[in-house]
């Protein structure tokens, strides 16, 4: 059994990337707001971010949350188990790529924290999943400065050509509004423009 500060200091130690606590602060207080009933997250890593966001959703509310890598899944399913969570979040073991394609559900609040080149068909696919209302929250968005940059190095260039594409497509969405916050790695939060 663990208590989720047990979990989050356990990700911590063992180096897996976990939501920032003031870009959890931002996130939360988006929830707090819109109470979803649904929630899609792409990127469980050890669930601690689904931990945390299921108890922000509407009552009887639940989430939806992908990860490829076979080790976390098994992670977070015991860390979800350990909370009693398991009626609440629920993970897709898969590659986003191929999973989000086969969902037909509307979503009230969708979280993209996973590979970063692949965030323009994230973007296309949470759009199409998105509940009138809904929400569409990225994290890692500035990626250590180097989106709104001139950083063109070769390590990271998908990534961040993913990113600067992400922003672009947004902006050219005349659909949709963007707020960029400098919390954390950088967080955007896209609504339907009323
Ligand atoms: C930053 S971590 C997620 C952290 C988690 N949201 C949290 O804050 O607790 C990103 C995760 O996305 C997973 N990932 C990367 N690309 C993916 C893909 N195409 N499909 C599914 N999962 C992916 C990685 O294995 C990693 O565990």
């Known amino acids: 059994m ?16 976990i ?6 602060e931002e996130v939360a207080k988006v929830l707090k707001e819109i109470k979803p009933k649904n929630m899609l997250e792409i990127g469980t890593a050890v669930g601690y971010s689904a931990i945390r966001f299921s108890y922000l959703l509407a009552e009887n509310g639940t989430i939806d949350t992908i990860e490829k890598d076979e080790e976390r899944v098994k992670i977070a399913k015991n860390n979800i188990k350990d909370l009693k969570l398991e ?6 073991a898969g590659d986003a790529v191929e999973v989000l394609p086969t969902i ?15 965030y323009p068909f994230f973007l296309k ?4 999943l998105l509940s009138t209302k809904g ?4 994290d890692n968005i500035l990626y250590k400065g180097y989106t709104l ?16 594409t992400y922003l672009n497509d947004l902006q ?16 955007t939060i896209t609504k339907r423009k009323v």
């Not at 939501?19 to 959890?24: A, G, P, S």
């Not at 696919?125 to 199409?128: A, D, L, Q, T, V």
């Open 104 to 118: 037909n559900k509307k979503y009230d609040a969708i979280f993209i924290d996973a590979a970063k080149g692949k």
């Open 172 to 187: 050219e969405n005349n659909e949709f509004e963007t707020v960029l916050l400098k919390v954390g790695d950088g967080l």
């Open 19 to 24: 939501i920032m606590d003031d870009t959890l």
């Open 149 to 164: 940059s001139d950083y063109n190095k070769h390590k990271q260039r998908t990534a961040v050509r993913g990113l600067r």
């Open 2 to 17: 663990k208590t989720i500060e047990e979990i989050k200091q356990k990700a911590i130690e063992e180096h897996i990337p």
């Open 125 to 128: 696919e949470s759009i199409r």
């Open 87 to 92: 009626k609440k979040i629920n993970i897709i």
């Open 135 to 138: 929400v569409i929250i990225a």
